[in-house]
């Protein structure tokens, strides 16, 4: 217990985390001010013409379902405007996940149900860069300096060290994370409250969002705990920056591309970006451009999903294995 | 007394894709009993700090057995931390914390009561620079720091890799007197250091490494004994004559351009007898006793002036000149 106190306050004595955490108190400070700058409350003429706006929209979709129907049913010519899916149920405002309302048309307004998703995935990206590069700093500077020489003159036993050093690292972050959430949310909530709207929060719209944060803050634990191994594998923080930087390049950019050339089926699969997406996104859809390219007449759908479940399985997957591989680095390697 | 430190046959090989495989230690034996103060000599690159690492659990040795206060090291080595202070070669702290959260941490890790780093500060003459910013010391101050992490725990055997690294004079002597005071409070000290005179003045033991392989072993004294050639240094007025007199009654002389060595002489009453009753006054009779430098230096092969640096492996400047044979220990035991 008092080697993670130490390494607890070590850890937030640390300059870089320190300045990250400024950066961070910064860019949600700017964040806070202009959208406060750039919101007001909405007048009760604003906000009833945005209504009226948004059932005259809603009508509308609904006179495309019906055009839809009856047009299917040949019981009307389409004419040159029509939008005509294969199946009417996709336009079915009814079946529609989200239907336009009075907010999507006040402008100059902030409305929390509407802005918070985005504003929450800002703050993921962010603390998951935070939690990676201050895994690899945390580690890196100190196997590089001799800090770990030092404390395992005091406490030689080196599963213990990276034990209390990773889960310092990991506990200290999910603090921060949660402090910085709810700070983050809670000040983009009174903004709506006092200088615009809240807009529409039911309980769909908290289980959302609670499931983009949970799934964020396991982003940014995963990142954290990457960084923090390929820097113990790499003996310096440089190592994990490089690996990140290399693997962009390489496979990211380079493999892509070779793939493509190749014609190789469904390439995304093979990239950590799109187990990220839909990890973070609960689902994403990519287009096989070779699906539809080779004798196929008719419809094709060349489209395919990769879900969260395969994201997570691959994120932390492969964050497992490397931080095995540097625990068992870590604990036989010589320092010299 | 009792072994406070047993190494048997130590050895370890670095491998490197670059430079392929180096053995650092080889076949290397050292024992520090309780009480000792015990100096650890070697040329760069001789295995010295190495061995200290190995014995620490720093690095893993391909063979051989260490204790550390008779636990088994690495593996029973926590069993006894608490209780060995040590600085290895010269230790890096994060520059952003002062000195004072260096400790503060370095005890809370360790489960040392905080009230200690005040204490160590002042042992080691950082009282007033305590709250200052490491970067902002100086190699000596550093250095300073670094023994003070060391006598944090009250340790029972402190082991310090060239302690006087960048100190001045002044601390060069406050770092004697804080060794002896340790020593004489009980604390067995184990001091790695190049400052040969250091050595001689601080250390009751010694043990040689050259190469990898322990060289020499024993008390200091001993182990200067065991080297004495029984040499003086004879200034008469005439020396060429006097020369040939020594010479004609069976003793070696060399001469030099204003003394004569004779070697071999265990009684000076010979030199003068003999020069005397030719009427040759002697002007000064001095002994040579070997000093720790020349011992170290010949037993390390680093007492050949040549034209060649020499390597810090220990390499040879050229061969045929210098004998770095170390395979036949030379032992003197106490």
Excluded at chain 1, 201 to 206: L, Q
Excluded at chain 1, 213 to 237: D, N, P, Q
Excluded at chain 1, 239 to 249: D, E, R
Excluded at chain 2, 230 to 249: F, I, K, M, Y
Aim: with cysteine; charged share 20%; glycine share 10%.
């Amino acid at each position: 217990m008092n080697l993670v106190r130490a390494e607890l306050e070590r850890l937030a004595a640390r300059r870089f985390v320190q300045l990250m955490v400024v950066l961070l108190a910064v860019a949600f400070a700017v964040t806070v001010v202009t959208t406060l700058g750039g919101s007001h409350r909405p007048t009760e003429v604003e906000l009833s013409r945005a209504q009226s706006q948004a059932a005259d929209e809603v009508r509308r979709l609904e006179l495309a379902h019906d055009r839809c129907l009856r047009i299917k049913a040949g019981t009307l010519t389409p004419d040159e405007n029509d939008y005509l899916p294969r199946d009417c149920a996709q336009i079915d405002p009814a079946q529609s996940e989200q239907l336009p309302t009075a907010s999507d048309y006040l402008s100059g307004v902030f409305v929390f149900a509407k802005e918070a998703k985005p504003l929450l995935y800002f703050l993921i990206a962010f603390l998951a860069l935070f939690g990676f590069l201050v895994g690899a700093s945390y580690i890196g500077a100190d196997l590089n300096s001799g800090g770990v020489v030092n404390l395992l003159l005091w406490r030689p036993r080196r599963p213990t060290v990276f034990a209390a050093k990773l889960g310092t690292l990991l506990g200290g972050l999910l603090g921060l994370s949660v402090l910085a959430s709810v700070a983050y949310l809670g000040a983009f909530w009174l903004i709506g409250q006092a200088s615009g709207l809240t807009g529409r929060m039911s309980g769909e719209f908290w289980a959302g969002l609670g499931a983009v944060w949970a799934r964020g803050v396991v982003l940014v634990l995963l990142a954290a705990a990457l960084g923090f191994a390929v820097a113990t594998l790499g003996r310096h923080t440089s190592a994990a920056l490089g690996t990140v930087a290399a693997y962009v390049v390489v496979w990211e950019l380079g493999a892509r591309l070779v793939f493509q050339i190749l014609q190789v089926g469904r390439p995304d699969r093979f990239m950590l970006s799109s187990y990220l997406g839909a990890w973070l996104a609960g689902q994403v859809r990519f287009w096989d451009d070779n699906a539809c390219s080779t004798g196929i007449s008719g419809f094709c759908d060349g489209s395919y999903t990769v879900g969260w479940p395969a994201g997570l399985v691959v994120l932390v997957g492969l964050t497992a294995a490397l931080v095995a591989a540097a625990f068992a680095v870590f604990r036989r390697r010589d320092l010299i | 007394m009792s072994a406070v430190i047993e190494i048997a046959g130590l050895r370890k090989t670095f491998r490197t894709l670059r430079h392929g495989r180096r053995v650092a230690v080889d076949d290397f034996h050292m024992l520090v009993e309780a009480g000792q103060v015990h100096g650890f000599l070697g040329p760069n690159g001789s295995g010295k700090t190495t061995t200290l690492r190995a014995l620490l659990g720093l690095v893993r040795p391909d063979a051989g057995q260490m204790h550390v206060l008779g636990a088994r090291s690495p593996e029973r080595l926590p069993d006894v931390a608490g209780r060995v202070g040590a600085i290895v070669e010269s230790p890096q702290f994060f520059g952003n914390f002062t000195a004072h959260r260096t400790l503060r941490l370095l005890a809370l890790a360790g489960g040392v009561p905080t009230s200690r780093v005040d204490e160590v500060l002042e042992q080691v003459g950082l009282r007033d620079r305590g709250e200052e910013r490491v970067k902002g010391y100086s190699l000596g101050m550093k250095q300073r720091l670094a023994v003070a992490s060391a006598l944090l725990k009250r340790p029972e055997l402190l082991i310090l890799d060239e302690p006087a690294n960048g100190l001045d004079p002044a601390g060069i002597r406050e770092m004697r007197d804080l060794t002896r005071a340790l020593a004489a409070s009980g604390v067995t000290v184990l001091l790695s250091s190049h400052i040969l005179a250091e050595i001689q003045l601080i250390c009751d033991h010694v043990t040689i490494v050259s190469r990898g392989r322990r060289v020499a072993y024993g008390r200091v004294d001993e182990v200067l004994a065991g080297f004495d050639q029984h040499q003086w240094r004879v200034r008469v007025a005439e020396p060429e004559p006097a020369a040939l007199l020594l010479g004609r009654a069976g003793l070696s002389v060399a001469g030099h351009a204003d003394h004569l060595v004779v070697t071999g002489v265990e009684d000076p009453e010979v030199i003068s007898r003999t020069l005397g009753e030719q009427g040759m006054w002697v002007r000064e009779l001095v002994p040579l006793r070997p000093d720790l430098e020349s011992v170290f230096l010949e037993l390390t092969g680093g007492d050949e002036h040549v034209a060649v640096p020499r390597q810090v492996d220990g390499a040879p400047a050229y061969d045929g000149v210098i004998d770095l044979d170390v395979r036949g220990s030379r032992e003197v035991d106490a």
